[in-house]
Each structure stands twice: as C-alpha cells, then as structure tokens.
C-alpha cells in the first residue's frame, strides 16, 4: 500500500494543531475494501475550519461557512482505520451535528450553518429513501393511516431535537418531519408500529 502525501497541513491557526497530518491512501483492490483514496483522520482540538478544507479536499466539495459556525473538533482515528471520501463526508455530518452544525446543499455548494436555522433551510427534501445513519438533513411526509396524525405530534416531539421540525396536516393525516436522517428513520418506524390496523374481528362466544 503506498501512501500519498497529506492533504491537510496545519496552517498554525488553530488553538491546537492536527496531531496528525490526514492521509490519503491507495487501498489495493479487494472484495471488502474496493480500491480507491482512504482517509485516516486525526485532528486534536483543530479549528473547524480545517476540518471542512481536509473534506472539500478529499470529497471535491465546496463550502460556504457562516461566520458564526466555530469550534474546535477533536476526531481521532485508530490505526488500521481508513474510511473513503464518502465516508469521510459521513463522519464530518456527525462533527456537525455533535458541534450543533448542518451542512446544507445549494447546487455545487454545501452550506454549513448553526442547527438553528433547521427548520428554514431546505435541505433534501422528500428523499426517495432515508439513511438509518446519516446525519444529512432530511425533510419527509409519513402518511398515517390508523390513528390521528394529530394525536401523533406530542408524542414523537419530546424525541426530536428542539431545532427539528414536526408538524401534522390534519386534512390528508400526514407528518412532515424534518430533522437529521437517523433520527427522521427513527421517526417513521415508530409511527409505522403505532400505526398499525388493530382492527381484528372479535367474537363472543356465550
């Protein structure tokens, strides 16, 4: 396996620097691990900044960063641990959410914002299916069939984030969740186990 150089350099800005430098591998071709770059990450107490250049520069990504989003981001890596770009991209979703940051696709840009602005920004919308462990920012409409969308909300609020947002359309009896994609899977499976027909037919036998 040879190692190609580092992408990311400290640039001395940081509070604290990488302790590590991120490297790009070339992983040979196998069944388990297709061949392609592989990244190690390990930044200790990094600017967040850095951290969204290591991403634009392995992902090919470009970025947008609002002045309010800083924090300094501590992500280690064990040794044999090498993840792909798109990998990658997953991991620094879940720096954000962690940081209480989203990333926000605008064309070719991403975004990357307070979680606060959430509910006003559009992010991707109505996906054809969601990720049970991304945190991507998903927007979804779940029919419900046997119970009262309305009944529904007080329920699943208190397990959503505050800055998520959960609303029901009482004339089609529909939630529209939005909210980071784990959680919004989360969401619709247990409205799809509450909502299940209980409808049986029950006969007394004298």
Not at 58 to 86: E, K, Y
Not at 160 to 179: C, E, F, K, R, Y
């Amino acid at each position: 396996m040879k190692m190609l150089p580092a992408c990311v350099r400290s640039r001395g800005r940081a509070i604290g620097a990488l302790s590590a430098a991120l490297l790009l591998a070339a992983a040979a071709g196998s069944a388990a691990q297709p061949p392609g770059p592989r990244i190690t990450p390990n930044f200790k107490d990094a600017d967040i900044t850095q951290l969204i250049e290591a991403v634009s520069a392995a992902t090919g990504r470009n970025f947008i960063i609002d002045p309010r989003v800083r924090a300094q981001v501590t992500w280690l890596s064990g040794a044999n641990t090498a993840l792909t770009p798109d990998q990658f991209y997953q991991g620094f979703l879940s720096v954000l959410q962690v940081h209480g940051f989203i990333a926000v696709p605008a064309g070719n840009i991403i975004k990357v914002l307070p979680d606060a602005n959430m509910r006003q920004i559009p992010g991707n919308d109505l996906p054809s299916h969601v990720s049970s462990t991304s945190d991507d920012v998903v927007t979804q409409v779940i029919s419900v069939t046997n119970v009262s969308a309305a009944q529904l909300v007080p329920v699943l609020r208190p397990l959503m984030p505050q800055n998520a947002q959960l609303a029901a359309v009482t004339g089609a009896n529909m939630l529209i969740i939005s909210d980071r994609a784990s959680n919004v899977y989360r969401m619709a499976r247990i409205v799809a186990r509450i909502d299940q027909s209980g409808g049986a037919d029950i006969d007394v036998v004298p």
